[in-house]
């Protein structure tokens, strides 16, 4: 199960400079603010293991573990000799104190359930490279395009996590673990995290 949101965005405006050829870079990062003891960044090569589940266990009932994960975005926007530019670095973690897993379910079968809550957060962070890639930012716009994307990405995340969870009932229909297994390994191989680096001129 399941996965928080958290984002950043920080602007250095310059209005002058609005009419300026706009250079966007859009980088991947593992550099945030976020506690480096408690935080993984998403690492396509690299699967979590039961030892970073730090978090205490939630009560009684058929939830075996929490995933707490998500993707966040920081932003910069400055202007030399009338050239303007805007950074966007994205990144996505998983946060060990707040993820969990109940005494005697430390299984391969329910490591692989968690480890795909932390996938669809990378393919939401990803799907929110790919669309801020393909559009046209700007000194005006850049604020609310951002937020904009960045919150069809979320509501991307938050159906994937509920379909998972909704259709293996939390992992526990094999069957339907197995089909969704196959989806995760399909959606991962069309790409990495080693690809997300972009820049754009306009």
């Keep these: 199960m399941k996965y928080p949101l958290f984002f950043l965005i920080l602007n250095s405006l310059c209005p002058k400079a609005t009419n300026a050829q706009v250079t966007t870079n859009i980088i991947w990062t593992e550099k945030t603010t976020m506690n480096p003891r408690d935080v993984i960044y998403y690492n396509a090569t690299k699967k979590l293991g039961w030892s970073d589940f730090k978090g205490v266990p939630g009560p009684a009932g058929p939830v075996a573990a929490i995933t707490s994960s998500g993707f966040g975005y920081r932003a910069s926007m400055n202007s030399t000799n009338g050239k303007g530019n805007i950074e966007v670095f994205i990144y996505c973690y998983f946060s060990k104190t707040n993820s969990w897993v109940k005494p005697g379910s430390k299984t391969a079968y329910i490591l692989t359930h968690e480890q795909h809550h932390f996938d669809a957060s990378y393919l939401a962070a990803k799907l929110f490279f790919d669309k801020v890639k393909a559009s046209r ?7 609310a395009l951002l937020a904009k994307l960045y919150r069809e990405c979320c509501n991307y995340m938050n159906q994937i ?8 009932m939390n992992g526990q229909l094999k069957d ?19 690809d997300l ?4 001129i306009y």
Excluded: M
């Excluded at 996590?161 to 293996?168: A, I, K, S």
């Excluded at 680096?197 to 754009?200: E, L, P, R, T």
């Design 137 to 143: 930012l700007s000194f005006a716009n850049a604020d």
């Design 161 to 168: 996590q509920n379909e998972y969870d909704g259709e293996t």
């Design 176 to 194: 339907k673990q197995v089909k969704w297994n196959a989806f995760f390994d399909d959606k991962l191989l069309n790409g990495s995290t080693n």
């Design 197 to 200: 680096v972009g820049k754009i």
